[in-house]
Structure formats: C-alpha cells, structure tokens
C-alpha cells in the first residue's frame, strides 16, 4: 500500500507542476544567472587547479547548487498543501502517511533531472567539456539526482516546522546559502581561510561536489564518490525518520 500510495501521490504533485508552468520556468532561470555570471564576468579572475577552463570546474557546483536550490520546492509545496488543509485531507483517507512526503519528494527529484539536462545543455552552450568518460558524466547525473532527494527530506522538515509557504521559503534560503554559497562550488576551496576550508570538509555540498566533479573532469572519484553516498545516506537515516516523526504530529 505504502509503495502504490507513494506512486499516485507522485503522479499527483507532477501534475500540479504541469498546470505551473511558471515554478519550473524560475527554477532554471536563477542557475542560467548564476552559470553566465560566474563563466563571463568572474571566470577570467578565477584560478582553477590542475590546468582546467574555469568553466569545467564551474558547471559540476552549478550542477549541485540546482539540485540543492530545488529541494526548496519541496519545502514550498508541502507548506502550501499544509495550509490549504490539504493534508488533512489526505490523512482522512486509507492511505499510507509516509506515501504524502515520500510523493512529493519523488516528484521533485523527477522535476531535478529536467532541470539538470537543461543546465547540462547549458554549460554546453558556454564552452563545457566533459573530460572523463560519458558513463562517469551519467553515474554523476544519478549522484546529483539522489543528493536533490535527500536535501528534499531536509526542507520538508523545514515545511512541517513552520506555518505557511512564504515562511518555509524564508527560512530555507539562509540553510541553502550556508550550505552553497560557503562551498567549493565556485571557487577552489584551498583559497578560503583554513577555517572555511575545515568546514568545507564535512560540508554536503561540497563533499558531492567534489564526487561530480572528479566525474565530470576525469579525475580520480572513487574516494570522493564515497564520501558523497556516505554523505547522502547520512541526510536520509537522520531527516527521513524526523520528517516521519514531525508529519504525524503536524497533522
């Protein structure tokens, strides 16, 4: 039941996305900035390592912060389900719990992967390569995909903890700035003061930075691949119990 459950309320929360187109459009307008920003008007400031355009040691970071910046969707979109009594509706019928988050998680991690092949079109556009194999660029893609599911789980926690939508994008946005804008996403994280570097390696983000982009520049990944599903799987063992927990007392 849990499974079918999760499956429809899927199918649902993907057709509501259907029918707002706008939520997709400005979902990829932010990371396009972001990419032409950092590739025309920083780029030539930038020194990457190991001899790389400053492009292919960008587009990996741009790759993740648009998985990252995704998950607020989540944390939207429960709210807004929330306070429309939505899901006191849910809750009345003979259904799984789990299927309304497990649902929505699902289908923004589906909402990722269209926005991720957008932005690999983009890099595309602007000069990036990939320097490794095409079966290491599509294990990255799978990496990012499940990074964006479990940083869902973070932010629907961050929807059940707060009152309405303009809140839960509120207080999202410092949690992703912490969490993106401090990480070696854009710029090498031997630059930073060493303080900023010894963060940096117990950062999510950057650790799955990391892993894409070994990946994507051919690079040595295993370690760092690891290090990413540690990391990953640690996100789920710690916010998929305490969103389980919070759910049923939100509702």
């Known amino acids: 039941m849990a499974v079918t459950d999760a499956r429809t309320m899927t199918w649902r929360n993907l057709r509501a996305m259907t029918r707002v187109p706008e939520v997709i459009v400005f979902s ?18 930038i020194a990457t390592p190991q001899g790389f355009e400053y492009v292919d040691f960008l587009m990996p970071g741009i790759f993740v912060q ?3 910046f995704g998950a607020m969707n989540t944390a939207i979109g429960l709210s807004e389900d929330l306070s429309k009594g939505l899901i006191e509706r849910f809750r009345s019928l003979p259904m799984a719990r789990s299927a309304v988050m497990t649902g929505r998680t699902i289908a923004d991690m589906v909402r990722n992967l269209g926005v991720v092949i957008l932005m690999v079109i ?24 499940a990074f964006g599911f479990a940083m869902s ?49 117990v950062n999510p983000v950057s650790i799955v930075v990391n892993a894409v982009r070994d990946l994507c520049l051919g690079l040595p990944a295993g370690e760092d691949v690891v290090k990413a599903l540690i990391a990953i799987g640690v996100i789920l ?4 119990p305490l969103c389980v927990n919070r759910y049923r007392r939100a509702v």
């Open 122 to 145: 983009v890099g595309f556009l602007v000069g990036f390569e990939i320097h490794g194999t095409w079966a290491a660029f599509a294990f990255s893609i799978l990496l990012l995909l």
């Open 237 to 240: 063992v710690i916010f998929v």
């Open 28 to 45: 990829t307008i932010q990371p396009i900035i972001f990419v032409l920003t950092f590739r025309y008007v920083f780029g030539n400031a």
């Open 66 to 68: 648009t998985v990252a």
């Open 153 to 201: 789980w973070v932010f629907a926690l961050v929807a059940l903890s707060v009152r309405n939508a303009e809140a839960a994008q509120a207080a999202s946005f410092p949690i992703l700035a912490i969490l993106v804008f401090a990480s070696n996403a854009f710029v090498p994280a031997e630059s930073m003061p060493e303080w900023l570097q010894t963060y940096n390696k």
